[in-house]
């Protein structure tokens, strides 16, 4: 685990190579598609939390807003702009939406909006197993923006956000 090429942020949890270990888990195949996510929605009427504030964090390469609706970017994180109108259906802001995505990786999905479908799903999210203790680096890795991830009955192993705090792949 780590960055091998010298092209990482040390910010965003980039750090050398290292070696991690991780106890046996299942964790399903793919990630949760947006057509996956927009049966769940249309079963729950469920809203998600970009919905709801209005706005999500755009990778600079896939924005696709108005000028305006550009917020600004995240402190030390300038490839990441705040935007209004981004959610799962406007991945890229209020100019996109996820017509021919059907299978690509649902985004602009928070930790509870993805406990939520994982709840709906039957499945849940992965976590660290109580009185664990992760090796040198392993909580501070990046998880790659663009997909969640339910597991089906994970023995071990786990992602976490830096403050320990449960994260998905989103």
């Known amino acids: 685990m780590g960055d091998a090429t010298g092209d990482g942020n040390p910010g965003d ?3 050398p190579v290292h070696e991690v270990s991780l106890s046996s ?3 399903d195949v793919t990630s949760v598609t947006n057509a996956d996510f927009a049966r769940f929605v249309a079963a729950t009427e469920f809203s998600t939390e970009a919905e709801e504030f209005g706005f999500s964090a755009v990778f600079h390469l896939a924005l696709a807003a108005r000028p305006d609706e550009v917020m600004g970017s995240a402190a030390g994180t300038p490839w ?3 935007v209004r109108g981004a959610d799962w259906r406007h991945p890229g802001g209020s100019l996109s939406d996820n017509e ?3 299978e690509h990786p649902v985004v602009h999905v928070s930790w509870n909006d993805a406990s939520a ?3 709906w799903a039957g ?3 992965p976590r660290r197993p109580s009185g664990s203790t992760p090796h040198v680096g392993a909580s501070t890795a990046p998880v790659t923006p663009g ?6 009955g994970m023995t071990g192993g786990a992602t976490s956000g830096r403050d320990g705090s449960p ?3 989103i």
């Open 13 to 15: 949890g980039e750090g």
């Open 25 to 27: 888990f299942s964790i």
């Open 80 to 82: 990441w702009l705040g």
């Open 100 to 102: 021919g995505l059907d």
């Open 117 to 119: 479908y994982c709840a």
């Open 123 to 125: 499945r849940r999210l």
């Open 147 to 152: 997909a969640t991830t339910c597991s089906t």
């Open 167 to 169: 994260r998905a792949m």
